[in-house]
């Protein structure tokens, strides 16, 4: 169990960065995972609680209940076949290659995911926490398909907006407070720049390849084995030598204490015995 307090994340003004290798981690045949935590990013990663970079190919996990943060599915188009993703709210959604699922667990809700037989998914599993205002509103979910993602398209890139927007192109907004996701896809010798919000932060991971990060004039190089972390930036640059991919993730950060147990993050010890209780006794919810 993981308490954070308001000290260990106040920031400075000025941009501050961080970067960490993930761990490497596998479940049985199916499932390998390269996994990023707010604990090994000094706080920076706030609102992100957890990143995993994944590639599933078989039932792995049994369902399971969220609750205090919103559970977020980032597929990447080279997966292959479907994703059955099924919750306690009533959704059965198969997401093809390139979609974004995102639950907003809130008070609580119960969730499963699983590639269909045959496929395979690359994807990203994020835990975005959510404001101690809101972890006890009512869980809503959002399927965004890739058809319906925006496309920012120009000399050596091509970035996906899944969700939140990039200079003027705007994607979904999620059911939470206002998120970012970019697919950036980056040919050799390639770059692409991006505004960040006011006050936002940044996290950036090498889904493939390699890119030299440029924030606020200092140069950061970032490779698939770790990720990078910013708070008080104004603007992220990236270039690839020899082309990549880059997922840059970015929302304005809580700075607000939270205590978290696997996958309820809630406001303090008493909310989390009560969430803790309430699922035990089956109120968050069951899959049909």
Do not use: C
């Not at 705007?170 to 970019?182: E, K, N, Q, R």
């Amino acid at each position: 169990m993981t308490a954070q307090t308001r000290r260990q994340i106040q920031q400075a003004d000025a941009a501050v960065a961080a970067i960490r290798h993930g761990e490497q981690m596998a479940r049985g045949a199916g499932f390998e995972a390269l996994s990023f935590t707010h604990r090994r990013l000094d706080g920076l990663m706030d609102p992100l609680l957890m990143v995993d970079h994944f590639t599933m190919t078989a039932p792995t996990f049994p369902p399971h209940a969220h609750a205090g943060l919103s559970a977020v599915s980032v597929l990447f188009e080279d997966s292959v076949g479907g994703f059955r993703n099924r919750d306690s709210l009533g959704n059965d959604v198969v997401l093809a290659p390139g979609d974004l699922y995102w639950l907003t667990a809130a008070r609580g809700a119960v969730h499963d995911e699983a590639p269909t037989p045959g496929s395979r998914t690359h994807a990203l599993q994020l835990f975005v926490n959510l404001p101690a205002a809101r972890k006890l509103d009512a869980p809503a979910a959002l399927h965004v398909p890739a058809a319906r993602m925006p496309v920012i398209e120009g000399p050596g890139h091509r970035v996906r907006v899944m969700t939140g927007r990039s200079g003027g192109v705007v994607g979904a907004a999620p059911p939470a407070p206002d998120f970012t996701i970019l697919d950036i896809a980056l040919e050799a010798g390639g770059g692409f720049a991006h505004a960040l919000a006011p006050g936002a932060a940044a996290w950036l991971h090498a889904i493939r390849g390699a890119a030299e990060v440029e924030i606020d004039g200092a140069r950061h190089e970032l490779t698939g084995a770790a990720a990078l972390a910013v708070h008080g930036a104004r603007k992220v640059r990236l270039r690839s030598d020899g082309g990549g991919q880059v997922a840059l993730l970015s929302g304005a950060p809580l700075r607000e204490a939270f205590v978290q147990k696997g996958p309820f993050a809630m406001r303090d010890e008493a909310q989390l015995a009560a969430v803790t209780a309430a699922h035990a006794a089956g109120a968050l919810g069951a899959l049909d």
